[in-house]
């Protein structure tokens, strides 16, 4: 596998489902991302790690619960989800900042996630 | 306010004809520029991206941008379209120094290309 990888690519669910949504990188990046896509929308910054720790939350609800165990790998557990939650949810990876800005994000092809 | 400003929803070319994708932003400081392309049911690709230096910048795919600093724009070009080109192009800006990794991104712009 190259680049950033998710599972699954399709998730129904119902409102008192639990589910998780994996992602993995293999390009050695130190960050990672979970976007929300919604039509009509801007992208979404959901979350953001960086070497393991969670350095962004913008303002998600609980019901989102990211979890990121090594720098290669991102979970976002789901539980009761709501039906405006139906959205491709994408994960991204990238190395750095350092010191001169923001890197460019790779992306994974995304979970199309429909709330039921 | 930061915001990316792509004017066009949805724009319909022939195929061979040339293309231009506007954006404009609002950052306060020159940030760094970006341009992705969506195709369907597929995560975001990346055509290109402006850091510093010459303000036209080439990407993959036969595409360019140019940076207008005084317009705060970043327009993206293609001299001649072909079909699968047909897409979901979005602009994004980020900063440039610090340890931010917020990007803001435009809504896009839907690319139809006529055979």
């Known amino acids: 596998e190259t680049g950033v990888t998710q599972t699954p690519r399709h998730l129904v669910m119902g409102m008192t489902n639990k589910k998780s949504l994996k992602c993995e990188q293999h390009l050695g990046h130190n960050a990672m991302y979970w976007y929300k896509q919604s039509a009509k929308k801007p992208l979404e910054l959901m979350f953001v790690y960086s070497l393991e720790e969670r350095v962004e939350n913008n303002s998600v609800p609980s019901r989102f619960s990211p979890e990121c165990p090594n720098s290669s790998h991102l979970f976002l557990h789901l539980h009761t989800l709501q039906p405006e939650d139906s959205a491709l949810y994408l994960c991204?990876?990238?190395?750095?900042?350092?010191?001169?800005?923001?890197?460019?994000?790779?992306f994974g092809p995304g979970t199309r996630l429909t709330v039921l | 306010a930061q915001s990316v400003t792509q004017p066009d929803i949805h724009i319909t070319v022939s195929e061979g004809a040339s293309l231009e994708l506007r954006c404009n932003y609002s950052?306060?400081?020159?940030?760094?520029l970006f341009w992705y392309v969506q195709s369907p049911g597929q995560g975001l690709q990346l055509l290109l991206k402006?850091?510093?230096?010459d303000t036209l910048v080439q990407g993959i795919k036969g595409f360019e941008a140019e940076f207008k600093r005084s317009q705060s724009s970043f327009n993206l070009r293609k001299p001649s379209v072909h079909w699968s080109d047909a897409a979901e192009y979005f602009c994004a800006v980020g900063p440039n120094a610090g340890n931010n990794r917020k990007l803001i991104w435009g809504l896009g712009t839907s690319l139809a290309v006529n055979p």
């Open positions: 950052y306060g400081a020159t940030p760094y």
């Open positions: 402006y850091f510093s230096g």
């Open positions: 991204a990876s990238s190395q750095g900042p350092g010191t001169r800005g923001i890197n460019e994000q790779f």
